[in-house]
């Protein structure tokens, strides 16, 4: 529940204060919370690819991008997240949540999410996201375009082409025709 009063504060905090472009850095501040935390008593891992996602809400309302979206019908969607973890964050930790889109191609937007505290960088993420109308993904450029931005796309930083290697081998292992896990196997006499 806490991520729906996080999102709202967030939205309202965007939406009321000042605009930015695509391409500004956008920086939150938060705290971790008693229901943030798994087992061990620091934030559960899932939890931070969650508070990332406030990070591009933020992003994309005081860019324009929300608005223009919400007016298209287009709404957005991640294609994908890599995350490395360096050190856990124990309860009441503030940190700060720092998110800037690094580039795009002709279908995605990249973005870099970095978890900052007084003790250092805890997390880093590169997400993928994109615009999508119900039928189709709308092009980087289109959304470019929309908000009026005459931008060239900044060249893919190597942790992200590194990424985007490791995505596909994964896409072509998943499309792999595989033999079912519950078929019968003969034995070696049989």
Same mark, same amino acid.
């Given at each position: 529940?806490?991520?729906?009063?996080?999102?709202?504060?967030?939205?309202?905090a965007?939406?009321?204060?000042?605009?930015?472009?695509?391409?500004?850095?956008?920086?939150l $501040?938060?705290? %971790?919370?008693? !229901?943030?935390?798994?087992? !061990?008593?620091?934030?559960?891992?899932?939890r931070?690819?969650? %508070?990332?996602?406030?990070?591009?809400?933020?992003?994309?309302i005081?860019?324009?991008?929300?608005?223009?979206?919400?007016?298209?019908?287009?709404?957005?969607?991640?294609? =994908?997240? %890599?995350?490395?973890?360096?050190? =856990?964050?124990?309860?009441f930790?503030?940190?700060?949540?720092?998110?800037?889109?690094?580039?795009?191609?002709?279908?995605?937007f990249?973005?870099?999410?970095?978890?900052?505290?007084? =003790?250092?960088?805890?997390a880093?993420?590169?997400?993928?996201?994109?615009?999508h109308?119900?039928? $189709?993904?709308?092009?980087?450029?289109?959304?470019?375009?929309?908000?009026?931005?005459?931008?060239?796309?900044p060249?893919?930083?190597?942790?992200?082409?590194?990424?985007?290697?490791?995505?596909?081998?994964?896409?072509?292992?998943?499309?792999?025709? $595989?033999?079912?896990v519950?078929?019968?196997?003969q034995?070696?006499?049989?």
């Amino acid at each position: 529940m806490n991520l729906l009063f996080r999102f709202l504060i967030v939205a309202a905090a965007a939406f009321f204060g000042h605009r930015s472009s695509l391409l500004c850095t956008s920086r939150l $501040r938060f705290c %971790v919370l008693l !229901n943030d935390l798994d087992l !061990n008593l620091h934030m559960n891992n899932g939890r931070y690819l969650s %508070v990332c996602d406030l990070g591009k809400i933020d992003v994309m309302i005081r860019s324009g991008t929300a608005s223009i979206a919400i007016r298209r019908k287009w709404r957005p969607l991640i294609g =994908g997240s %890599v995350i490395r973890h360096r050190f =856990g964050m124990g309860p009441f930790r503030r940190f700060e949540l720092v998110t800037r889109v690094l580039c795009w191609d002709d279908k995605w937007f990249y973005f870099q999410h970095r978890i900052e505290t007084e =003790g250092g960088t805890a997390a880093m993420a590169f997400s993928k996201a994109l615009l999508h109308d119900g039928y $189709r993904s709308v092009s980087p450029e289109e959304v470019l375009a929309a908000l009026k931005l005459r931008l060239t796309a900044p060249p893919i930083p190597d942790a992200i082409g590194e990424w985007l290697l490791l995505d596909g081998m994964l896409s072509a292992d998943a499309t792999e025709k $595989r033999v079912p896990v519950s078929s019968p196997r003969q034995s070696p006499s049989g």
